[in-house]
């Protein structure tokens, strides 16, 4: 089993920044794709930011340029780093791990961008 710990959402004024982190532990040989989705209420879970295990990099058009999606390797861990944040953005994240072609998914973490 794989456990995925997420941090760091919150909430935040239109134009300002958050960085999210989630760390995978447990039963892991190697880590594929690394990601995150965001989900608000009645609403299907989007994709945001996906990077695979050889830094291959995909974005949502809507967060192009403002977001960057990271990976620390040794730490297993996927960072996400939340540039002029919108109210738009408001939603729950999760993060994604690929492990033996399983996707895990993280519990997820609310971002809120309101003044």
């Known amino acids: 089993q794989v456990q995925l710990v997420e941090s760091g959402g919150g909430l935040v004024q239109p134009g300002g920044s958050l960085r999210l982190s989630c760390a995978a532990s447990?039963?892991?040989?190697?880590?594929?794709?690394m990601g995150w989705y965001r989900q608000t209420p009645g609403k299907q879970r989007d994709l945001v930011a996906r990077i695979t295990s050889s830094s291959r990099i995909t974005y949502a058009d809507s967060v192009k340029g403002r977001f960057t999606i990271s990976r620390d390797n040794a730490k297993n861990t996927v960072y996400l780093q939340m540039n002029s944040l919108k109210p738009e953005d408001t939603a729950v994240y999760y993060c994604?791990?690929?492990?033996?072609?399983?996707?895990?998914w993280g519990q997820g973490t609310q971002v809120t961008v309101s003044s």
């Open positions: 994604t791990v690929d492990v033996s072609l399983r996707r895990y």
């Open positions: 447990g039963s892991i040989f190697s880590i594929g794709a």
